[in-house]
């Protein structure tokens, strides 16, 4: 078959062009052929009509996490989007993330969510047995391997209202982490309680688990009900079950020991920097 055979079809993308200054929306028309996702008629968009059109993307499998951006308003990766979802003769919009600062067309800044990453102390095990070797039980694999799926597109952080809405940043980590903090909470080798910094500095208290989410997850990790709400269970009974606290008080975990959260970098900047201009 020709590829003017395969693309008889049409479909007009309504795709977002602009910067952080600024932009508008512009129209173009590419054809389709079958298994087309959205990033191959991105990909023809920029090779018949807009070359200087910014998107990110790497592997084309739904693997990187890189495309990510919005489809007719929901977040998606753009790579596992196929043209035949949507309705024929419909526009199809294209968005950047809204949660993060726009850098050109369809490319946000995201570099926030890897300072929020450094900031969490990393696995800590035990020491070994004394034949050399750690043991786990299988139930306690199972439990998070579910969530090393996670492959960084960043649409749960885009799609939940803590941080697309109501602009905490500074207070709260996001799902993503959260998911990254039930990993290493559940693990029963880690040995580092990171409990009193999801409560004071990560702020899982502002999730109020609307289930958002899990439902963009590309790769169906129930973020919410298996990630979160326990680890808001776990901190509800550390720090406002009377019993718990007061045990917490007398006798830490005495295989877990509490470690400072990493301040962000450039958050620490501009205090000192604001603090110097204050001084001068």
Known sequence: MSDEAKKSDKATLRIWRGNAEGGEFKEYEVGTYPGMV???AIHDVQAEH???????WNCKAGRCGSCSAEINGKPRLLCMTRMSHF???QPITVTPMKTFPIVKDLVTDVSHNFRVAKRIPPFKPRPRDADGHWRMQQIDIDRIQEFRKCIECFLCQDVCHVLRDHDKHDSFAGPRFMIH?????MHPLDTVDRRPMMKEELGIGY????RCCTEVCPEHITITDNGIIPLKERVADDFFDPVRWLMRKISPPANKKSLPVLPDPIKATTKTKKKQDAEA
């Not at 903090?181 to 909470?185: C, G, K, P, V």
């Not at 999730?207 to 609307?210: A, E, G, K, P, Y």
């Open 38 to 40: 959205v990033l191959d």
């Open 50 to 56: 807009a070359p200087d059109l910014a998107v990110r």
């Open 87 to 89: 309705e024929p003769g």
């Open 181 to 185: 903090l039930a990993t290493l909470d």
């Open 207 to 210: 999730c109020n688990i609307t």
